[in-house]
């Protein structure tokens, strides 16, 4: 089973998916929790975390002339030596999504000095490099991958858990927590 992706007209992932979905393809494009300003402050809402995009998944190499015709698709992604299968880095990205079931919800963090931790959420433990902190909006641009990875900067919202934390004592709480829950079942 080989994953792919599509670039579609942004708002019509949907349509895309239906299509691909009806054609015996496993389709999806992520979600993600975003914080949004209102009037009664910053309220949670889901939008896309790519938007005009949409993964999926096929036994073999589709017919890409067919795919191309569906409403909304632009263009089949590919690498420069024209493989359109992902690989390397951008394949970890989607399996990443698919372990979230493509919805990935907001990480906490602590601040730790100069630098954040992630401590909970879709993000703990992910190979990334933090770019850019918006603390207003509480998110958070990672850099996926190496120079071939398509898919390289994400925004993810964040929540503060704490400051100035020793990300150790933090960690062997965590540990704690987690055996005397796994006792108690």
Request: hydrophobic content about 40%; glycine content about 10%.
């Amino acid at each position: 089973m080989e994953s792919y992706c599509l670039f579609c007209k942004s708002g019509q992932e949907g349509l895309v998916i239906d299509l691909l979905t009806r054609n015996g393809y496993a389709a999806f494009s992520p979600l993600a929790v975003r914080n949004k300003p209102d009037a009664g402050g910053i309220r949670r809402t889901k939008a896309r975390l790519l938007p005009g995009y949409v993964f999926f998944d096929a036994d073999c190499e589709p017919d890409w002339e067919t795919v191309r015709r569906y409403s909304g698709v632009l263009k089949v992604l590919r690498y420069e030596d024209g493989s359109c299968a992902l690989r390397g880095d951008d394949l970890a990205f989607v399996k990443w999504l698919r372990r979230y079931e493509g919805m990935i919800d907001v990480s906490q963090v602590v601040k730790v000095g100069t630098k954040i931790a992630f401590v909970g959420g879709p993000l703990v433990g992910m190979e990334a490099r933090v770019l850019k902190v918006n603390k207003s909006r509480k998110t958070v641009q990672i850099a996926l991958g190496d120079g071939e990875a398509m898919f390289r900067n994400i925004w993810c919202t964040i929540e503060y858990i704490g400051e100035n934390v020793d990300i150790d004592l933090l960690h062997q709480s965590s540990e704690q927590s987690e055996k005397k829950d796994h006792m108690q079942k």
